[in-house]
């Protein structure tokens, strides 16, 4: 049953109770026909605390029903609050781990698909969980086929938490740069963007449970922003109530990057989550141009967007595993829409094999593990020898991403990489030159992405949707 949504003007009305001692001789709809008068002068300004008071209570309200529902009672003790987030964790690894064992079960890790989203926000309330979100994106991805579409909208909630505005400016102007209610950008309707999004999810994961992946320290804040627009769509039963779980990415990656490697027969004790979690946060992509949605784009905020957030988070699994399974990587799909310099892939010899491990981005390879290509300058896209092109669901080809080459001393095309790793040895995973030397290495021009893309004005799956951007 859909729950009472909390009012602006009913929290006035207890507040006035409250304040006069006259209101609190009065029955409620006694006051409730007093204050009308009073509320119907009102201006919006002063109306706003009221407006958003309501607004918090309603997230706040669904916090904690989603917990009466997963726990099955009222959770009455603080220490309570504890267990169920060592709970909540156990949860989150076991359904991980169980997704991907399953897959690696049906022999079609390569295919098994996951959704990663992120939310940008305007402002959060001071002493409670309620965020107000501003651009959401999502990606749907597998290792096989790299991104598979994506989902990207601005959203406008129309207020911010009243007396917050400065904390929301700041904010933004150290972030995402996005317009402040009024004139912020975007979906209005809450109700309607909700909507829209458990519908992708649904397109993206079925009738299976909805789960997003994000980083782990945003989880709360993703968590909350869906709910802030979940509480506008109670009524509708089925869509309304429907729970969108959020699990922690670097965990997905970390036991993924493990059952790949064990599927394609690499064994290396030095994974672990610590050396997963390094690459994750490395952030081999931040500089990749025209991956942001237009807006920021334009305004050179692309680190910020969450369509280039997600975008970069997939390229990064295609990184770190693609190799392993020798999945031919597609520009735009797995990695940034056009490389220059062009890569190569070539034939690795047994004895290279032996002793590598795969834990560089093949953006970062050193030196001494590069193979010149010497001939060719025309190759365009990175190819792979057709007997490892695919790998089915029968056995793994033990392979490497060690066999992708390039001319390195291209200095101009490659400006970072000549002064990170001279000796020719390859890094400590821990010791790794810092990436924000990559500035500038990725000079990209613009190309169409044959992606699936959703925005929510026009939520359907279409064809690519090009950016008219030089
Ligand atoms: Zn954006």
Same mark, same amino acid.
């Given at each position: 049953?859909?729950?009472k949504k ?11 109770r ?30 706003? +605390?009221?407006?958003? %008071?309501?607004? @918090?209570?309603?997230? #706040?309200d &669904?916090a904690?029903?989603?917990? !009466? ?63 107000v ?16 579409s ?9 207020q911010?938490?009243?007396g ?7 904010h ?9 209610? +009024?004139?912020a950008? %975007?979906?209005? @309707?809450?109700?309607? #963007?909700? &909507?829209?999004?458990?519908?992708? !999810? ?5 009738d ?8 782990v320290d ?28 959020v ?9 993924l ?7 394609a ?30 807006y920021?784009?334009?305004n050179?905020?692309?680190k910020y ?51 590598e491990?795969?834990?560089?981005s ?13 001939q060719?300058?025309?190759?365009t ?9 695919s ?8 392979t490497?991403?060690?066999a ?11 400006p ?15 010791n ?39």
């Open positions: 049953m859909a729950p909390h009012s602006g003007f009913m929290m006035f009305v207890t507040e006035w409250n304040r006069n001692a006259e209101g609190r001789r009065m029955t409620i709809p006694q006051a409730v026909a007093h204050c009308g008068g009073i509320w119907e002068k009102m201006t919006t300004q002063q109306r706003g +605390p009221y407006n958003s %008071g309501a607004k @918090n209570a309603d997230v #706040l &669904r904690k029903r989603e917990r !009466l529902n997963c726990h099955g009672q009222g959770i009455a003790q603080v220490d309570q609050a504890q267990q169920e987030t060592a709970e909540g964790v156990m949860h989150m690894k076991r359904t991980t781990e169980r997704i991907i064992r399953e897959a690696k079960k049906a022999h079609d890790l390569e295919n098994a698909k996951f959704v990663f989203a992120a939310f940008n926000f305007f402002t959060k309330a001071l002493t409670s969980d309620v965020y979100p501003a651009e959401f994106a999502a990606c749907e991805y597998s290792l096989k086929e790299g991104i598979r994506i989902y990207s909208t601005m959203i406008d909630p129309g911010i938490i009243f917050q505005s400065s904390d929301a400016q700041h933004s102007a150290t972030t995402h740069s996005l317009p402040l209610p +009024p004139n950008l %975007g979906e209005r @309707n809450m109700a309607k #963007l909700h &909507r829209n999004i458990v519908d992708y !999810l649904k397109k993206c994961q079925g299976k449970p909805l789960i997003v992946f994000t980083p945003d989880i709360p804040m993703v968590k909350s922003c869906f709910r802030y627009l979940a509480c506008e769509d109670e009524d509708d039963t089925e869509i309304g109530r429907q729970k969108i779980e699990f922690d990415i670097l965990y997905l990656m970390f036991i990057k493990k059952e790949v490697m064990d599927v027969d690499l064994h290396d004790e030095n994974v672990t989550q610590y050396v997963t979690d390094s690459f994750f946060n490395r952030e081999f992509f931040e500089f990749t141009p025209q991956i942001a949605c237009q920021h784009e334009e050179d905020r692309s967007c969450t369509q280039s957030m997600v975008t970069r988070w997939a390229y990064t699994f295609s990184d770190l595993m693609c190799g392993d399974l020798a999945i031919t990587v597609q520009p735009g799909k797995h990695i940034p829409p056009k490389t220059n310099p062009n890569y190569r892939v070539i034939h690795s010899d047994a004895s290279s094999l032996a002793q491990s795969s834990f560089d093949f953006y970062s390879l050193p030196g001494s593990r590069v193979k010149k290509e010497n060719s300058q025309d190759s896209n990175f190819s792979i020898s057709s007997s490892r092109a790998i089915a669901s029968s056995s793994y080809v033990p490497d991403h060690t992708f080459t390039a001319d390195l001393n291209e200095a101009e095309a490659f970072s990489l000549g002064r990170r790793n001279p000796s020719g040895r390859r890094p400590p995973a821990n790794a030159p810092t990436q924000r030397e990559r500035n500038g290495a990725w000079d990209l021009p613009t190309n169409s992405r044959p992606i699936k893309k959703f925005t929510d004005s026009d939520f359907s799956i279409t064809g690519a949707v090009k950016k008219n951007k030089k």
